[in-house]
């Protein structure tokens, strides 16, 4: 009733009582805390921007103005009661009066702020006091911060693990292989101080840790090797990225560069080749290129893939969840989102020259003649005229969809399965990149069939310039190509897109970072988002990495949900280390190889696995740390160490992916049933889990079969699970029946002829120890066992093994090959103690 009074009493223009009605009946939905559809209705320069789907008020103009129509209509408020006669003439009076909002008149704008732990500012901690009893327990900060924690809680930390455990943890955690005896034998017999330091530092600079750890970060990355969707085809110059994150980890490239390099490698003065593979970063995002879809539907969902991405790899948000509406928890509207979506809708798929060691002279002393060659070539049969005739047409194709249905599906044919060709050829022949313009005549010679009519082609004789077009480029200077991206040749505009439908597009935004974190500065460009986002006022990205590497030496990140740092995840089990952490990490110049070794030298890393029954029910999942975790081992990891245990891995170091044996068949399974699984042969069949093809629709079994990630979208943890299929996997895969044979001649051919010398080395090979007593009687019985039975069935050894020319024959032989069997499939074997 007040407020009907107030509007009654109005003079036109009068805010007081349009301030009434609305807080009365609008700003329940439309406030500080929902802003339901991005509209706010409780200020001034909030509801003059209007909701995600354009302004709702037109100062001066009420029957221009969605919300009198809204209101009119009973279409709001939703529910309840509706604004009376007098109401509605009080906000159409004050909107043709101008809309004024006197109290905000001269106000700035605020950022947004929030209370919750993970947006505070970063503040190094004062590192715990140590009690003189505990100092030698204290190796780094990093046990004083676990120590002060247990002391609270009462609570005793775990006796250091035995020596030969501690090696096989470490050499698993840094380089993801286990160790060889001779190294196991150095480590035993070196007793002098810094011993563990010296084998800490040997690991770090192995280039297998570069390896280990770009595998984490490929899951982030969620790197394959082909596109995803039905057709699925392969990338095959995607492992130019994994090389350079592989060499990046090797090389201790800060990780603040590592993130420029990334996110903005192409945009950097003059960036190597090196920098702009980084840059294929981006195009890990699923491609579709079957035929009929709608190009910018997908391009859009690479976008949004981008933006989730970026979003969960370095701020542990999850910003995709604005995609459709605002967070329902965390301070990130839908406009925020489609801002930082703005960062990357400028991207376009860009394949560059990136040559290999060796290839750079020949390549560049031959490429001139070769560009002479294809151009006088090319311009023999007319191509340059016809060229230009067939881009009019396909443009007319792209503005006029179904004026013709032959030129139409052209068009559409060039942008799925063209290479992304489309917006190359929108743009003048002068803005072209050297290398799209080369792709597009490619393309253009191979396809002119497309558009132009059997008969014309024929008149030019254009088979006769396919063929020599095909020798030429055969005979041409070779060069190999890395995927990357580039700035679109036309900038395009963003808009919200209502619902998240590419369909119904909002309100413009441009290029911003989301409103409650720090501020961003200087020109919207993705290289100045890179270092806006390592930059040292940024309280997410330190504390996010090095709880993920945290995550990896103890099983659980410092924050469990290292994927979601945002309200609906855990908060950190010790806050204090966590940020300690984070701004060493900073202070040390990003450097991995720092973080690491502060982490692996402490007394928390180096204690025992062994479960504690005073710890059942007051820790059971070890948030505390009063022990070490064990950890089955990643998917990669598990082939990678039955290889090496067995002699048969290929240490090569980087290189295009790898098809190993896997069941006949399976690719026949895949969609559009067009994959091809060609298995490797020689050394190449031995190569690391890391290096297998990755195809999203068909994945490689053993990997999938032991939780490796999908590929489609970030992986910031896996998960562990245990089923009956891994234990089959390991009995009857090609590869692990070939480590178990390689094993078993090992052992024949390097241990000396005694039963108890072989298990030794086959225990020091598999579990990175000694056998002790129980273990050596009880394999020496299933040897005795084994024997017995292949003398009654001598036609079984052959089967077991087939290699001939073994010490001891083939009977002996198919003994270490079973007993091998048994080794590779113990659950010591398949974790990290």
């Known amino acids: 009733m007040f407020a009907v009074l107030l509007a009654f009493l109005a003079s036109p223009g009068d805010y007081a009582a349009v301030k009434a009605i609305l807080t009365r009946n609008c700003v329940g939905c439309h406030g500080a805390k929902l802003a339901s559809n991005g509209l706010r209705l409780d200020g001034g320069q909030e509801a003059l921007r209007g909701s995600y789907a354009g302004a709702v008020i037109v100062p001066g103009d009420a029957a221009a103005s969605k919300l009198i129509a809204m209101v009119e209509g009973g279409k709001m408020p939703p529910a309840g009661r509706k604004l009376t006669r007098a109401e509605t003439s009080a906000l159409r009076a004050w909107i043709d009066a101008g809309a004024r909002f006197p109290e905000e008149q001269g106000a700035a704008a605020a950022r947004p702020s929030t209370g919750h732990w993970s947006f505070r500012p970063l503040r190094k901690p004062a590192v715990p006091a140590v009690a003189a009893a505990d100092r030698d327990w204290v190796r780094t900060p990093v046990d004083a911060f676990i120590l002060a924690r247990l002391r609270r809680e009462k609570i005793e930390p775990s006796p250091e693990a035995p020596r030969s455990t501690l090696l096989r943890r470490v050499t698993l955690d840094l380089t993801g292989l286990p160790p060889t005896p001779e190294e196991i034998d150095a480590f035993l017999a070196d007793t002098g101080a810094g011993a563990y330091e010296r084998v800490v530092e040997r690991l770090l600079r192995s280039p297998h840790y570069?390896?280990?750890?770009?595998?984490?970060?490929?899951?982030?990355?969620?790197?394959?090797?082909?596109?995803?969707?039905?057709?699925?085809?392969?990338?095959?110059?995607?492992?130019?990225?994994?090389?350079?994150?592989?060499?990046?980890?090797?090389?201790?490239?800060?990780?603040?560069r590592f993130t420029i390099e990334q996110l903005a490698g192409d945009l950097l003065p003059n960036p190597t080749a090196d920098q702009r593979a980084a840059a294929g970063f981006y195009r890990n995002s699923l491609t579709n290129r079957e035929g009929g879809v709608d190009t910018e539907e997908f391009r859009i969902a690479q976008v949004m893939d981008r933006t989730a991405t970026v979003g969960t790899v370095w701020l542990g948000l999850t910003v995709g969840c604005a995609q459709c509406h605002d967070h329902k928890y965390d301070p990130i509207s839908q406009r925020d989102y489609y801002s930082l979506f703005a960062f990357f809708n400028q991207l376009m798929d860009h394949d560059v020259e990136s040559p290999l060691p060796g290839e750079t002279g020949p390549w560049l002393a031959r490429r001139p003649a070769h560009e002479i060659s294809r151009r006088e070539m090319f311009a023999s049969y007319g191509g340059p005229a016809l060229m230009k005739e067939w881009r009019e047409i396909m443009l007319k194709a792209a503005a006029e969809p179904g004026h013709n249905e032959k030129f139409q599906f052209a068009w559409k044919f060039l942008g799925n399965l063209g290479n992304g060709l489309q917006p190359v050829l929108m743009v003048e022949e002068h803005e072209r990149p050297r290398e799209q313009q080369e792709q597009l005549i490619d393309y253009f010679v191979e396809?002119?069939?497309?558009?132009?009519?059997?008969?014309?082609?024929?008149?030019?004789?254009?088979?006769?310039?396919?063929?020599?077009?095909?020798?030429?480029?055969?005979d041409g200077p070779k060069v190999s190509m890395a995927q990357s991206v580039r700035q679109a040749f036309r900038p395009r505009r963003t808009?919200?897109?209502?619902?998240?439908?590419f369909r119904t597009p909002g309100v413009e935004v441009t290029p911003a970072t989301p409103a409650a974190l720090h501020p961003f500065r200087g020109e919207p460009t993705r290289l100045n988002l890179a270092r806006w986002l390592v930059s040292p006022e940024n309280p997410l990205t330190?504390?996010?990495?090095?709880?993920r590497v945290w995550q990896e030496y103890f099983g659980r990140g410092i924050v469990f949900t290292s994927e979601d740092f945002g309200a609906r995840g855990e908060k950190p089990s010790h806050p204090e280390l966590l940020d300690w952490l984070a701004v060493e990490f900073m202070d040390k110049g990003w450097s991995f190889r720092n973080l690491h070794r502060t982490i692996v030298l402490s007394s928390a890393y180096r204690q025992s696995s062994k479960a504690r029954h005073d710890l059942k029910d007051r820790d059971p999942d070890n948030t505390l740390l009063a022990r070490q975790t064990r950890l089955r081992l990643p998917a990669e990891l598990i082939r990678d160490s039955a290889l090496a245990a067995s002699g048969l891995l290929a240490p090569k170091i980087g290189g295009p992916s790898v098809r190993p044996p896997q069941p006949a068949g399976l690719t026949d399974l895949s969609y559009a049933s067009n994959v091809k699984w060609v298995e490797s042969q020689g050394p190449d069949r031995y190569r690391r889990g890391l290096y297998v093809f990755f195809q999203r629709t068909?994945?490689?079994?053993?990997?999938?079969?032991?939780?490796?990630?999908?590929?489609?979208q970030a992986c910031s943890r896996r998960q562990r699970s245990s089923t009956p299929l891994q234990a089959l996997n390991l009995l009857n895969d090609p590869v692990f029946f070939e480590a178990a044979q390689a094993l078993g001649a090992r052992l024949?051919?390097?241990?000396p002829p005694q039963d108890g010398a072989r298990l030794r080395?086959?225990?020091?090979?598999?579990?990175?120890?000694?056998?002790?007593?129980?273990?050596?009687?009880?394999?020496?019985?299933?040897?005795?066992?084994?024997?017995?039975?292949?003398?009654?069935?001598?036609?079984?050894?052959?089967?077991?093994?087939?290699q001939s020319g073994m010490a001891g024959g083939a009977a002996e032989g198919a003994v270490w090959t079973v007993a091998s069997r048994v080794l590779l499939n113990l659950d010591e074997f398949l974790h990290r103690e």
């Open 210 to 256: 570069g390896e280990k750890w770009a595998r984490h970060w490929l899951d982030l990355a969620r790197y394959a090797d082909s596109d995803g969707y039905e057709t699925d085809r392969g990338r095959p110059y995607a492992w130019r990225y994994r090389q350079y994150v592989i060499d990046a980890f090797n090389r201790d490239l800060p990780f603040d």
């Open 447 to 474: 396809r002119a069939g497309d558009v132009f009519d059997k008969e014309r082609l024929e008149l030019l004789n254009w088979d006769s310039l396919r063929k020599e077009w095909s020798r030429l480029n055969a």
């Open 495 to 501: 808009h919200v897109l209502l619902r998240g439908d």
């Open 542 to 547: 330190a504390r996010v990495i090095v709880n």
């Open 698 to 712: 068909v994945p490689y079994p053993q990997l999938m079969n032991f939780d490796a990630p999908d590929g489609v």
């Open 748 to 751: 024949l051919a390097e241990a």
């Open 761 to 802: 080395l086959a225990w020091r090979l598999c579990l990175g120890r000694d056998p002790d007593d129980r273990e050596s009687e009880s394999m020496g019985r299933h040897l005795a066992r084994l024997k017995a039975e292949l003398a009654s069935r001598p036609g079984e050894a052959g089967f077991l093994d087939p």
